[in-house]
């Protein structure tokens, strides 16, 4: 093991955690850092909860690499004897065409995740609390559910140091990471080194690096992500059921998502908090290091409106919580796991936006195995998509 190789995996959240846990576990010493520590709240890990669901549409990878995920999940749980994973169901309601629904059902059905296919009449006696106007049908997943987002992510970096990682929290300093002058490219096996100078005034040097650090990824690499890659401001926020009311806790209601005008969804009370509500669709650009993290007075309202139709019962409940996250998109949403094109020994890893999270341990497991054995990521996922728009 003296000529293992030194790969620095930068951000802690779920991409690069469980990046960092399976390159340790593969032989490799691995240096992981973050900025600001693994689910702080300028992260896209940050945040109590998030959706673990395998229905994705048609013609996409994600629902194979959902069902991966929910198996390494449940196996990290019985092997640190803590839970993250709570399948308390997921239910999709169609308003629209159902394209994305209808696509989605050969392909759960391919990957081994349960669901059911089920008419209004079906849905409302099994859960009474939901007013289904307008939908046509739906699909059921009762063993898709939602994660402990921060818990989670900490306890990924807190076993990494326990089986022998090195966690640093400091910042890659600003650089434009697109060139050969920053890091060490082409001219690396010529013996000219380069490395990483850091917020707290050292250097990290090793070879190869990933970089997994969500929103940041656009400022560091300026020409072959930014164009193509988008920050956004997105708004979350917790209603508070009537006292003693338990009908829109977990397991009395599932997670749920409806694909109206807006792609409205949700997660049932846990956790101590309150009902859990978000539009799905993209807000304002957003500087994740200094934007200020204040909900939109529009969009409450609007969450207000929805949610007294969709959960008649929840109509004048009070708003107990906000949250501001960020997404953090690729031009078609799809995750970027890829070498950069000029620096044959970075890889960029990233593009999780809203749904990132549930995959983190297979992303971890694939990143970790193209990083080893020199493999090319899956089409989907290439860079070669990532090029400057012309003016």
């Not at 593969?26 to 896209?44: C, F």
Request: with cysteine.
């Amino acid at each position: 093991m003296v000529n293992k190789p030194h790969i620095a995996v930068i951000g802690a959240g779920a991409f690069g955690g469980w990046t960092a846990l399976y390159l340790l576990r593969a032989g490799a010493r691995v240096t992981l850092i973050d900025a600001w520590g693994p689910g702080n709240s300028r992260s896209s890990s940050g945040g109590e909860t998030r959706v673990i669901r395998g229905a994705y549409g048609p013609a996409q990878p994600y629902t194979k690499l959902a069902a991966r995920a929910m198996e390494l999940w449940r196996e990290h749980e019985t092997q640190w004897k803590q839970r993250f994973f709570f399948p308390v169901g997921v239910l999709w309601m169609v308003e629209g065409s159902g394209e994305f629904e209808r696509g989605s059902l050969p392909l759960l059905k391919d990957a081994g995740i349960p669901f059911e296919q089920l008419t209004p009449s079906e849905m409302t006696p099994r859960w009474p609390q939901i007013n289904f106007e307008n939908i046509s049908w739906g699909i059921y997943e009762p063993q898709s559910g939602y994660l402990l987002a921060r818990a989670s992510a900490q306890a990924v970096v807190e076993r990494f140091v326990a089986e022998g990682g090195e966690y640093r929290q400091a910042a890659v300093l600003p650089q434009n990471l697109d060139t050969t002058e920053n890091l060490a490219g082409k001219d690396h096996d010529a013996g000219d080194r380069k490395d990483l100078p850091l917020s707290d005034g050292s250097h990290l040097s090793a070879n190869p690096y990933v970089f997994a650090c969500g929103p940041w990824l656009g400022t560091l690499f300026p020409r072959t992500v930014s164009p193509n890659f988008r920050s956004s401001k997105q708004d979350v926020f917790f209603f508070g059921p009537p006292a003693g009311d338990v009908r829109y806790n977990e397991g009395n209601v599932p997670v749920w998502a409806d694909h109206g005008d807006h792609f409205m969804y949700g997660i049932p009370g846990n956790q101590g908090r309150g009902f859990k509500l978000a539009d799905d669709t993209r807000g304002p650009e957003f500087d994740p290091t200094a934007g200020e993290r204040l909900v939109n007075l529009q969009r409450v309202l609007e969450a207000r409106r929805y949610l007294a139709r969709r959960f008649p019962g929840m109509k004048n409940a009070p708003l107990i919580e906000t949250r501001v996250c960020q997404y953090e998109d690729t031009i078609d949403r799809n995750f970027i796991i890829d070498r950069h094109p000029v620096n044959e020994n970075v890889w960029i890893v990233g593009g999780g936006s809203g749904h990132g999270f549930k995959h983190g341990p297979a992303i971890g497991e694939m990143v970790a195995k193209l990083v080893l054995e020199g493999g090319t990521a899956d089409s989907v996922y290439r860079l070669a998509r990532f090029k400057p728009r012309q003016s």
